[in-house]
């Protein structure tokens, strides 16, 4: 079991589940380093979970581009500083880009690859050495469902995701065999309703407008599980130390579907889909 106390940095901490984690660990007694690159969402939170409690975390804020390697060691550095009891990281900060493989050009894919990607290696690496020299510590990588299966139209979002969910199982098995006080989970959400779909970039081949609304509004369809309820879900698995933390029932589904059918699962997958949209 790991104990939730000391202090948590979080990137994309200013807005959804990331936000609702650092409400959720204040609640819990922790105290927070907040990254993230919207500087007035960051100051917002802090001021709202300072206000009217008597018994306020110390929270800071912190400015950061996850997708600058240089952002990302500043941070740590000024986490740890601010924080010396830090002992939980949670790489949250991600994007979405909407487009066929064909629609979205290199220079788009290595953005998000630089964020989704890159953001979550380069947090694990900065962090790695102060969290080595605590008793009990704890790394959180985000991934997403699409990390276990890959629907058509997020071929740049599912390499990233899948790409975090390697790099985290190894990473985790080093530790692990390492005898290290450090444990990793990776999560794999589900729909959560944020809005991330409504900030995505779209591809420089997507012409069509009426088609970014079509798939922003297929996702939030599908979003079902709240960001208070995600980040609930991602501390009860820190707390257990789960290698792996699905969220929702509909994560749940596809991540068994895929183990039964793992060349097949996306035409079960569209039809369902299909009715949902049908049936909203």
């Known amino acids: 079991m790991t104990t939730i106390r000391g202090a948590a940095a979080i990137t994309g901490a200013a807005s959804g589940i990331g936000r609702a984690l650092a409400i959720e660990l204040a609640q819990r007694g922790c105290d927070l380093a907040l990254a993230d690159r919207d500087e007035a969402g960051l100051k917002s939170l802090a001021a709202e979970l300072g206000q009217g409690n008597d018994n306020a975390r110390k929270v800071s804020v912190h400015r950061v581009d996850v997708?600058?390697?240089?952002?990302?060691?500043?941070?740590?550095?000024?986490?740890?500083?601010?924080?010396?009891?830090?002992?939980?990281?949670?790489?949250?900060?991600?994007?979405?880009?909407?487009?066929?493989?064909?629609?979205?050009?290199?220079?788009?894919?290595?953005?998000?690859?630089?964020?989704?990607?890159?953001?979550?290696?380069?947090?694990?690496?900065?962090?790695?050495?102060?969290?080595?020299?605590?008793?009990?510590?704890?790394?959180?990588?985000?991934?997403?469902?699409?990390?276990?299966?890959?629907?058509?139209?997020?071929?740049a979002y599912a390499a990233a995701k899948f790409a975090v969910r390697g790099f985290s199982e190894s990473v985790r098995h080093e530790l692990a065999v390492a005898g290290s006080p450090v444990r990793l989970s990776v999560v794999h959400p589900g729909g959560v309703a944020t809005s991330i779909a409504r900030s995505s970039r779209t591809g420089v081949g997507v012409t069509d407008n009426a088609r970014r609304a079509q798939m922003i509004d297929r996702f939030e369809t599908a979003a079902r599980t709240s960001p208070k309820d995600a980040a609930l879900r991602i501390i009860r698995g820190i707390e257990r130390n789960e290698p792996r933390i699905l969220i929702g029932n509909d994560a749940r589904f596809m991540d068994i579907l895929q183990r039964f059918r793992p060349g097949t699962y996306w035409a079960s997958l569209q039809r369902r889909l299909e009715k949902m949209a049908k049936g909203k």
């Open 67 to 155: 997708g600058e390697p240089g952002d990302i060691a500043e941070f740590a550095a000024a986490a740890i500083a601010a924080h010396p009891a830090l002992g939980i990281v949670i790489n949250n900060a991600g994007v979405a880009l909407m487009g066929t493989f064909e629609e979205i050009d290199q220079a788009q894919m290595d953005w998000l690859f630089d964020i989704n990607f890159w953001g979550v290696v380069h947090g694990t690496r900065a962090f790695l050495p102060h969290l080595r020299t605590r008793s009990e510590a704890h790394i959180v990588n985000i991934s997403s469902i699409f990390g276990i299966i890959a629907p058509p139209g997020q071929s």
